[in-house]
């Protein structure tokens, strides 16, 4: 099945006691909630079950990404494999980002994958996003 | 918002094998006007250095999706515009793509991942037709 662990880049939310991997979409408010195993309220897809819910029914909602540093530049690591890690050059200079080794894979978006020693600085971010317009509203 | 897919790429979003959109991005309400392949080849830069793309090319994919308010969309601004955006031609750096014939504010965003209700479209010389939506995990094929 597809791995639902949130690796590199995705969210993750908190709903009624249990930490899921989710989505974030169609709308801000709207957040989709993955279980590997059933859970009550969650319809089963291919492999996983799964359950839309509105933002203000989560206890927290966070994006969970990893940075670092490659070459003495920012970077986002999207994907550990085999080889080592997929990263995405985090700048604003793509002529300088072909000069560190990274390569356009989509219109302005550099990537590249090196061995892990050579990424330096790992971090993981948890960034939380409010789930309640008094959160967003700075809690006025 | 929306985005051509890069031909080496469709596959492996279809797959569940890439989970994030990045680089320049566009909204959908500037390109209303861009119905063919030729058409967004011209007024999106698809000619970059790399690109699989050509301005003759039968069909190309587009991804869309509605922004959140947790995304995080920037002007890529040259310098001459007061920014630090720098990138390989054809890059203004003004705010908008390179083409003369279409102006198209040009946005950009760092990896993100895909919103759930994304869809992905198919485009050719009779418009558009929806060909698969995210589930916020898996694309499905459109019925």
């Known amino acids: 099945m597809t791995d639902v662990e949130p690796v590199g880049c995705g969210y993750v939310a908190r709903y009624r006691g249990h930490t899921h991997p989710a989505a974030v979409g169609p709308d801000s408010d709207d957040v989709v909630l993955f279980s590997e195993e059933p ?73 590249v994958v090196v061995p892990r020693e050579e990424v330096t600085s790992i971090r993981v971010e948890r960034i939380p996003i409010p789930c309640r317009p008094a959160e967003a509203a700075g809690g006025s | 918002m929306q985005k051509v897919i890069p031909p080496r790429l469709l596959v492996p979003y279809l797959q569940g094998k890439r989970t994030v959109i990045s680089g320049y991005v566009y909204r959908v309400q500037d390109c209303l006007r861009l119905t063919t392949p030729r058409l967004l080849y011209e007024a999106l830069d698809l000619g970059f250095e790399g690109s699989q793309l050509t301005a003759d090319v039968p069909e190309l994919y587009l991804l869309r999706w509605y922004a959140r308010d947790s995304d995080g969309y920037a002007v890529p601004y040259g310098p001459h515009m007061g920014g630090d955006w720098h990138d390989s031609p054809p890059f203004a750096g003004n705010g908008f793509t390179s083409s003369r014939g279409h102006v198209v504010p040009q946005f950009h965003t760092m990896p993100m991942p895909i919103p759930a209700g994304a869809e992905i479209y198919r485009v050719d010389e009779d418009g558009e037709h929806l060909y698969a939506i995210y589930d916020g995990l898996t694309w499905r094929p459109a019925r």
């Open chain 1, 39 to 111: 859970r009550e309220g969650f319809e089963q897809a291919d492999g996983y079950w799964r359950l839309a819910v509105r933002r203000d029914e989560l206890e927290w909602l966070m994006l969970v990404r990893t940075v670092g540093a490659f070459a003495g530049e920012p970077c986002l690591v999207l994907d550990e494999d085999t080889d080592g890690l997929h990263i995405a050059y985090a700048g604003h200079n793509g002529t300088q980002a072909e000069a560190l080794g990274y390569w356009m894979v989509d219109h302005g978006a550099y990537e």
